[in-house]
RNA sequence: CGGGGCGUGGCGCAGUCCGGUAGCGCACCUGCUUUGGGAGCAGGGUGUCGUAGGUUCGAAUCCUAUCGCCCCGACCA
């Protein structure tokens, strides 16, 4: 790693990829479309996994896990859902040797088969709600892959659940977006907008999806999280059925919910900058890395000592020493930038003699030099008010790039530049087509949060009850 | 599927037009000097030139076919 990442003003694709392998998060494997994470990058997904795995079960769920390949048949039951997914399968046709009898899918999401077992394991009202989250891999065979945006193969959790009626799947689905909100930004520092998708964005078999939506870098949208209430569609599919307390015979009612390893490429591309990665604490698989910096054996000693002090006195945080002899001092601190580690601490035998260490943030480069003492103390708040930091830019990044937006002429001129466009909106799929043809920006998202007013459509003039974000998107 | 690009030591590339038996930078190994913003010098190892066929005394280079990947668009978490 030697080479200097391509500035996101000059081009912002080639940017996110430079980091993406300058960072050494992953790079591309010999088949097209899939990708390799690399330690650093699964160090990366595995706190924000870990994190979001205890927020699932505190919401009362529980871990299972089914097999990756899917019958054909099943995917079919669904009529919707399909229509949908059928092309972008990857469908296995041979095994042992010999042609199969049913072709068997590799699962694009697990919605058939899960509700398949759930309709074995429902009899009875008193067998729901059925909570369930499963951590795995699935298969879309894309025709653009981009490094964790965008991979034909990708890791993420899909929650299934199972309810009696539609209030308690429509809360679940609220529970699970709010769970993703809070996720996104606490643990993530990626402020997001909460609502509902249209129709036409609608996931394949769904009855509404919810979504949160990001804004990046270069001023498109990403969808960083979504949760379906599926309603009957897939019990009636899949014949999920229970005996209510009325002794009836009633479908259950569905939802599921996502979020990926494109999460990974939103903090890339929310945070990032001209020298790489900036990583929000929580997530950073390193907090702090130590740079020592000494000339002979003596002052090596002396420096080092001082780190593991650091390192004896704060357990719980992340610190990794930097210790290679073969690298200078400058060598790490450039590569440890490009790496997105928040915070720099250096040891030189300057800072011994004088009993102090000098720390350096990431996102600003504020320099400080601190007493060692005052520096063990001050790191745990440290961590979080750059935690908070991150949050804080982010959000003013987006606020300052969304506008409300009256004049159709204005829109189609300005929805180039990036940026979130709250504009009303008449409620049709004719409408929504034409803003996409015209303009290539789609709407993200029905917000929930509104401020009630009401107006008329951009394009069409007809009534609107509210704006909606429009925006390009990934 | 359209448009563009690229396949040559581990990585990034030059060499291809004009055929003559493969080179540069980085990385790596050894030694010495270095270490507070990507160190220096000296020595050293590394290649079925994507694949197949053809032309030729001779092919990385010319011809034909083929495979793959990347980037930009249409489609998508």
């Not at 379906?228 to 307390?245: E, P, R």
């Not at 990036?418 to 008449?426: I, M, P, S, T």
């Not at 401020?451 to 609107?464: A, F």
Request: include cysteine; hydrophobic fraction near 40%.
């Amino acid at each position: 790693m030697a080479q200097k990442v391509t500035p996101m003003t000059q081009d912002f694709s080639k940017w996110y990829n430079d980091v993406v392998k300058m960072a050494e998060l992953a790079e591309h494997a010999p088949v097209k479309g899939c990708m390799v994470i690399r330690p650093y990058g699964y160090a990366l997904w595995e706190n924000m996994r870990d994190k979001l795995d205890s927020m699932i079960k505190a919401t009362g769920h529980v871990n299972a896990y089914f097999p990756m390949l899917i019958p054909e048949s099943f995917l079919q039951k669904e009529a919707e859902h399909v229509e949908g997914f059928a092309p972008e399968l990857a469908i296995v046709t041979h095994g042992g040797g010999k042609k199969l009898e049913e072709n068997l899918v590799l699962r694009p999401t697990s919605e058939t088969i899960i509700y398949h077992m759930f309709a074995k394991w429902v009899m009875s009202y008193r067998d729901l709600p059925i909570l369930m989250n499963q951590w795995a891999n699935v298969f879309r065979w894309e025709m653009r892959p981009r490094l964790f945006l965008r991979t034909l193969e990708f890791l993420w959790q899909e929650g299934h659940t199972a309810h009696r009626n539609e209030e308690e799947a429509e809360a679940e689905t609220q529970t699970a977006l709010e769970m993703y909100r809070e996720f996104a930004e606490d643990t993530l520092a990626i402020p997001v907008i909460t609502g509902e998708k249209t129709e036409t964005e609608r996931f394949a078999g769904a009855v509404r999806t919810y979504c949160i939506e990001a804004m990046m870098r270069d001023g498109k949208a990403l969808q960083a999280g979504t949760s379906h209430m599926l309603g009957q569609n897939f019990a009636k599919a899949f014949d999920l059925q229970f005996q209510d307390q009325d002794g009836e015979n009633k479908y259950a009612y569905n939802t599921s919910w996502g979020v990926s390893t494109r999460l990974v490429g939103a903090v890339i591309m929310v945070h990032g900058d001209d020298d790489g990665l900036i990583l929000p604490p929580k997530i950073a698989p390193h907090q702090i890395v130590i740079v020592p910096i000494y000339r002979s054996d003596e002052e090596r000693a002396l420096v080092m000592e001082v780190a593991d002090k650091v390192r004896a006195a704060l357990p719980d945080v992340r610190i990794h020493l930097d210790d290679r002899d073969q690298y200078k001092p400058g060598w790490k601190f450039a590569e440890w930038e490009q790496k997105g580690v928040p915070l720099r601490m250096e040891i030189g035998p300057k800072d011994v003699a004088k009993g102090q260490v000098v720390l350096t943030q990431r996102h600003d480069r504020e320099k400080e030099f601190l007493p060692i003492d005052d520096a063990i103390a001050q790191i745990p708040t440290k961590l979080d008010d750059l935690q908070k930091a991150l949050l804080e830019r982010a959000r003013a990044f987006r606020d300052e790039r969304t506008h409300k937006i009256d004049s159709y002429d204005e829109f189609k001129k300005r929805v180039g530049d990036g940026g979130f466009y709250l504009a009303h909106w008449d409620g049709t799929k004719e409408t929504e087509a034409k803003v996409k043809a015209d303009t290539k920006a789609t709407i993200r998202c029905i917000p929930f949060d509104t401020d009630g007013e009401e107006g008329v459509c951009m394009v069409s003039g007809k009534p609107s009850k509210q704006r909606v974000v429009f925006a390009r998107a990934y």
